[in-house]
Each structure stands twice: as structure tokens, then as C-alpha cells.
């Protein structure tokens, strides 16, 4: 769980491939890049400053992506399953 660290960028988690639950709410991220998380399950971004996502359609593994309380204004979400949406 890396919420509530004023963290900007998370370029440090890329390597963790095996990584299946991310949160990262509560802290001031304006974007994202999902490159090496293939096995992410569960990505929780809420309360950031994110205005684009980037590089999701890797993910797919993803059930559960919560997106709530950023400032979207385009994405490149190309995502083929169903998931659990909260924007």
C-alpha cells in the first residue's frame, strides 16, 4: 500500500512483476505507466491528480480499478474484460 505518501510518479514499482493488489491513493500523481505490472488484479488510484492513463492494455488481469477523484480528461484505456469500475 503506498497511499498517503505525496508521492508524483511511481517509476520505483515497475520492476515488481509479480505484484497483484496496488493501492496508491491519496497522493499526487498526474500520470502512470503500467508497462511490467501484468499481474495486477486490483489498482486503486483514487485522490490523485492523474489526468491520462497510459499503457493499460497489458492488464489484462485487472477485476478491480478504482479511478475516483482525479482529473481525467483522456485515456487509452483498452481493456477487453469486465471489470469493477469506480470513477
Sequence with gaps: DLSYNSLQDCQSIQHLHKLKRLWVNHNQLSSISF???DNLVLLSLHHNNLEILNQMSNLQKLVNLN????KLTGTSLSLSLSLSLSL
Excluded at 67 to 70: I, K, Q, T, W
Design 35 to 37: 508497462r511490467s505490472l
Design 67 to 70: 479511478l475516483s477523484h482525479n
